[in-house]
């Protein structure tokens, strides 16, 4: 069981290391590639073909046109979760209507621009449904997070002389 984290280009790395980041807090197994829809398209093809059996999950960052999530979508059965990526003079808007906009029976779930970071909890709450150590993880991150607003608020009512 793995998670396939798809980049369209190299230079998309950046917005998405906070994914990579998070798999390896919770210790997720993943695989990194960059395959363009547009520019390396049999690759794609032969890489998704070798290992659909592998994978449980596929992530896939693109901007622009972003067609690498519905692409990956229409050659396997495994949930496709898109990052729309901003890179144009559109902000990521053209990314984001594209990986919406997938037609009937091909469906990808999509986080918001640049929303590696969900992408990345949302593929591991998919595999929580089957491992336990992964579900147990993520309680753990969400318990960890409700901790750190509820300091911080303590802190704000504190400055404000609340408390």
């Known amino acids: 069981m793995k998670i396939s984290l ?18 390896k807090k919770l210790d997720v197994q993943y695989e990194l590639r960059a395959l363009s829809a547009h520019r390396a398209s049999e690759e794609l093809d032969k890489y998704i073909t070798e290992n659909d059996k592998d994978v449980s999950v596929y992530i896939a960052a693109a901007g622009k046109a972003a067609h690498l999530p519905g692409v990956i979508a ?19 808007m053209d990314a984001l209507l594209s990986i919406v906009q997938m037609p ?26 089957s491992d336990k ?3 147990n993880k993520l309680k753990e991150y969400k318990s960890e997070m409700t901790r750190q607003v509820l ?3 303590k802190k704000l009512l504190k400055e404000i002389e609340m408390i």
């Open 151 to 153: 300091e911080a608020e």
């Open 74 to 92: 229409s050659k396997t059965i495994k949930p496709v979760i898109g990052i729309p990526l901003k890179s144009s003079a559109l902000e990521g």
């Open 133 to 135: 150590n992964i579900e």
């Open 6 to 23: 798809i980049l369209g280009s190299v230079s998309d790395y950046s917005k998405v290391k906070e994914a990579c980041d998070f798999f």
């Open 104 to 129: 009937s029976g091909v469906p990808v779930a999509t986080v918001a621009i640049d929303g590696a970071k969900n992408a990345a909890i949302l593929a591991c709450q998919i595999l929580s449904i």
